[in-house]
Each structure stands twice: as C-alpha cells, then as structure tokens.
C-alpha cells in the first residue's frame, strides 16, 4: 500500500483520513482476502481437520475490522488456532453438548467465523461496544447480535452459556475491570458452562523487552507494568489519552485468585496458547 503513503504527501493533511479508508477497503475486497484464505488452503502445513474447516470459513473481511492488517494468512490462522484452544479446554473441562455460545468481544468476526462452521447447532450471540463490528457478524455470520456496555454491571447478554470465548479483552483492562469482567461471565454461565478467556504473560513481556511488538504504551509505561507484574502478578497503564482502557499483564497466579474469589475454578491453561501470544485460560463455576 505504498501508493497511499505517497498521495498522502501530495493532498491536504484533512483528507489524510479519507485515504486511510481507501486503504481499508481496498486490502478488504472479496477477492483479494478470497485469494488469500486460498493460498492458506494450500498450505501443506495445515492438519486436515484445520483444512476441512478452514474450506467452510466465510472469507469475506470486514473493511473496519481493525485486527485484519492485509495479511489474511496470519488473520484466518488466528481463528484456527482460537479453535484449537477451544477444543483443548473443551475435552479438559469434559463439557457436555454445547447449544449456547457467547462471543465478547466479538469484533468483527475474526474467531466468530470459525465458531459458526465448528459449532453449526449452537445459537451464537455476539456482543461488542463496536456496533458496527456487531452489525457486520450479525448480518454475515447469521449470529445474534448485542451491544456491549462498559457497565458490565448493568448488562446482560441474555445467559445462559454453555461457551464464552473472550479473546483478548482482558488484556485491555485494569484489575478493578479484570474483576467485574470475569464477575460478569459467571453471571453468564450455565451451571456446567466453559469461560474461554486469554491475557497478557509471559509472551508478552518477551515480546515488548525485546521490542518485537508496539503495544501502544510508551516506555517508561511498558518498564512500570513489567515491574508490577514481577512484584504483585498484575501489571497495567492506560493508552495515552485512554482512561481504564489500556495494556494489562496478568500472571496465572493472579488469575486464579481473581477468579476464585468470584466463584470460577480453572480447568483449563495453555501458555502463549492463541497464537503462540496470549496465555488460554478455561474456567468453570465452583461446585
């Protein structure tokens, strides 16, 4: 997309925006993001049952999906490996039949298109603060769709869930929104029911000393929440102009103890387990 950092130095800085939306939806277009779930089929590296479920996934990408960068073998293979962490905390939760499933935040579609084709009797509910992310995986995925509200308190996505898949959403939050975040999905949770959430540890904080990664935070931030983490097993700063919403490093530990103490056991970890990035967590309510 060299072409547009190149008009940008030839129009006026007010239609800068308008160029970014030109990028969006070229890198978007059907055939382009068709062409490259293709060259995913055809890669040899795939297990047949990555393959056979990656042929049903729809390809079509959303324009605004900001976690689709134009790399779509990367975007589709985040979605297969959410999956593989799903049916891994499945078989270690030894849950039942799966009618309802929860998806927060949904975005726009990048796990919810996989979940729709892996779990194709379930009612899936999609919920998200960004409404047109919503709009899009109800009006392409064919799934229920709910507008968040960052009062987890005073929401309800209508449980209860036999699955909740929260990709990183966690990893956005401060302890206080960690604590009403999980307190939430119990409330959510049908008596046997699965939480799937994944955060911020390890990984993480190899990936941001050894500057592989731009998590949006300045140094100094990213040196204080590596050192927060170290000492209380929780780390978080705020995005620059963000209030509450920001980066967050959490320890197993630390997880386990918030998540105790709302009633939810882990039974289910896998470390850098989405993506070989983020740490898996299954939780389910306490006996």
């Known amino acids: 997309m060299d072409y547009i950092q190149k008009l940008k130095g030839l129009v006026p800085r007010r239609l800068h925006p308008y160029l970014g939306a030109v990028r969006r939806r070229v890198r978007a277009l059907p055939a ?29 990408i959303s324009p605004g999906d900001g976690m689709y960068t134009g790399d779509g073998a990367h975007y589709y293979k985040v979605g297969l490996s959410a999956i593989r962490s799903i049916e891994e905390a499945i078989i270690a939760a030894q849950l039942g039949s799966i009618s309802r499933i929860l998806d927060l935040p949904c975005g726009h579609g990048r796990v919810l298109r996989f979940l729709v084709r892996r779990f194709p009797q379930a009612q899936i509910t999609t919920a998200d603060l960004d409404r047109k992310g919503v709009d899009f995986c109800a009006r ?19 449980g209860q869930f036999d699955l909740i898949w929260c990709g990183s959403l966690v990893t956005h939050l401060n302890d206080k929104g ?9 409330r959510q949770l049908a008596p046997q029911g699965l939480l799937i959430v994944t955060a911020h540890g ?29 000492r209380r097993g929780f780390g978080f700063a705020d995005y620059p102009g963000a209030s509450a919403y920001g980066v967050s490093l959490t320890s197993p ?11 939810l056991e882990e039974v289910y970890f896998r470390s850098r387990g989405w993506d070989d990035h983020q740490d898996v967590y299954g939780l389910k309510l306490q006996k």
């Open 253 to 263: 530990e630390w997880i386990r103890r918030a998540a105790a103490e709302i009633g």
């Open 178 to 186: 960690v604590r009403a975040l999980l307190a939430f999905f119990a």
């Open 202 to 230: 390890e990984r993480v904080i190899q990936r941001m000393q050894d500057q592989e990664f731009d998590y949006g935070i300045t140094p100094d931030s990213t040196a204080s929440i590596i050192e927060a983490y170290r």
């Open 32 to 60: 382009r993001t068709r062409a490259q779930h293709q060259r995913l089929l055809d890669d040899a590296g795939l297990e047949v049952k990555e393959r056979e479920l990656l042929k049903q996934v729809e390809s079509r």
């Open 140 to 158: 392409v995925f064919g799934a229920e769709g709910i507008y968040s509200e960052s009062n987890l308190e005073q929401f309800s996505a209508g």
